[in-house]
C-alpha cells in the first residue's frame, strides 16, 4: 500500500475521487501555479476570487459581440477566471486559510460571471428574438443554479464521508441559521447579507433532497456526527460512479457548450442545451442519490 502524501499541486486537491479530467490536467496544475505566485507576493484567497469575479464578467462582456476574435477573447477571459477559482481554493488549503466569507465569495463568483454572460447573451440576440430570448434565458439560467447547486451539494456529501469534516463543506441549515442569528445588521451588514444568501442556499439544496437528509440526520443524532466505517466504505463504493453527473453539472461541460455555440455563432444552444440536456442530467442525479442515501438511511436505522 501506498502511503506517501500526494505532493506539488495534488497536494493541493480536494480529492481525485471529485475531480474532472480537465481539472486534473488543466484547471488545477495552472491554478496551482497562480497560488504559488500569489502566496509569495502575500495575496489572499479572497482577493483571488474578487479578482475571478470582475475577469470572468468581462467574458460576460466579450460575448455580446457577433465578432469570433472578441468572442475567442471572452474564451481566454473566462478560462483565465477558472484558473484563479481553482488558485483561490488551493491556496485557502495550501495555507490555511479557509472561511465561510471565502465559502460564500467562491460560490458567487460563478454567478458573476454567467450572469454577465446571459446579460450579454440576451442583448446580442434581442434584435431578432425580443422576449422570447429573455425568457429563455431566465429558464437557463434558474436551471443552472439548481444544476450547479446540486452537484456541489452531493460532491461534498461524497467528501465529507470520504475525508470528514475537515475535507468537506458541507453544512446544513439549522448549524447556519443560529450562526446567522448571532451576527448584527448594524455592525457587519456585509457578512450578515452573504451568510443570508448562503442560508438560504444551503436551504434549497436540501430542499430537494429529503432522503438525504433522513440519512444525515441519523448520522448527526443517532452516531453523534461520526459515521461508522463500514457506512464510509460502502458510501464511497456507491456514490463514486455517480461522481461524473455532479461534475458535468458543474463548470466544464457547460463551458465547452458555450464556446462552441458562441464561436459559430449560435448561442441560443447554450440556453438550450441548459435547459434539456443538463436538467435531464440533474433529475437523474438527485433521483440515484436519494434511491441510494434512502437505502443508508434504513441501514443505519437498524445496524
Known amino acids: 500500500m501506498n502511503t506517501e502524501k500526494p505532493s506539488g499541486y495534488k497536494s493541493t486537491l480536494k480529492s481525485e475521487d471529485t475531480e474532472e479530467f ?27 476570487t474578487i479578482a475571478s469575479i470582475f475577469i470572468g464578467m ?24 477558472n484558473s484563479y477559482d481553482s488558485a483561490d481554493g488551493q491556496l485557502a488549503r495550501m495555507t490555511n486559510q479557509k472561511s465561510a466569507l471565502g465559502r460564500i465569495l467562491d460560490g458567487a463568483c460563478g454567478d458573476f460571471w454567467f450572469a454577465s454572460i446571459y446579460i450579454a447573451i440576451v442583448l446580442r440576440l434581442w434584435p431578432q428574438w425580443s422576449f422570447p430570448i429573455l425568457i429563455t434565458a431566465l429558464v437557463a439560467g434558474y436551471s443552472h443554479s439548481k444544476q450547479a447547486a446540486m452537484g456541489d451539494y452531493f460532491r461534498n456529501i461524497h467528501l465529507l464521508f470520504l475525508k470528514g469534516k475537515n475535507g468537506s463543506e458541507l453544512d446544513n441549515s439549522a448549524d447556519l441559521r443560529k450562526k446567522y442569528s448571532g451576527i448584527s445588521w448594524t455592525k457587519q451588514p456585509f457578512i450578515k447579507f452573504f451568510e443570508l444568501l448562503y442560508l438560504n442556499y444551503t436551504k434549497g439544496q436540501e430542499k430537494w433532497t429529503p432522503k ?25 463504493h456507491k456514490s463514486k460512479p455517480l461522481l461524473p453527473y455532479t461534475n458535468m453539472l458543474s463548470f466544464n461541460l457547460r463551458a465547452i457548450v458555450l464556446f462552441i455555440s458562441v464561436l459559430v455563432g449560435i448561442p441560443w444552444i447554450y440556453f438550450a442545451f441548459e435547459i434539456s440536456v443538463m436538467n435531464i442530467m440533474l433529475l437523474y442525479m438527485i433521483y440515484k442519490y436519494e434511491k441510494i442515501n434512502n437505502h443508508f438511511r434504513k441501514k443505519l436505522e437498524y445496524s
Do not use: H
Not at 460576460?60 to 469570433?68: R, S
Not at 459515521?227 to 458510501?235: G, S, V
Open 58 to 81: 468581462a467574458s460576460g462582456i466579450c460575448f455580446y459581440f457577433a465578432d469570433f476574435w472578441i468572442n475567442l477573447l471572452g474564451v481566454f477571459f473566462l478560462v483565465w477566471a
Open 22 to 48: 480537465i481539472d486534473i490536467y488543466f484547471y488545477r496544475p495552472i491554478g496551482y501555479q497562480w497560488a504559488l505566485f500569489f502566496k509569495k507576493i502575500g495575496v489572499s484567497p479572497n482577493q483571488i
Open 212 to 236: 438525504t437528509q433522513q440519512m444525515l440526520q441519523i448520522i448527526r443524532v443517532q452516531y453523534k456526527g461520526m459515521a461508522p466505517e463500514w457506512f464510509m466504505k460502502e458510501f464511497r
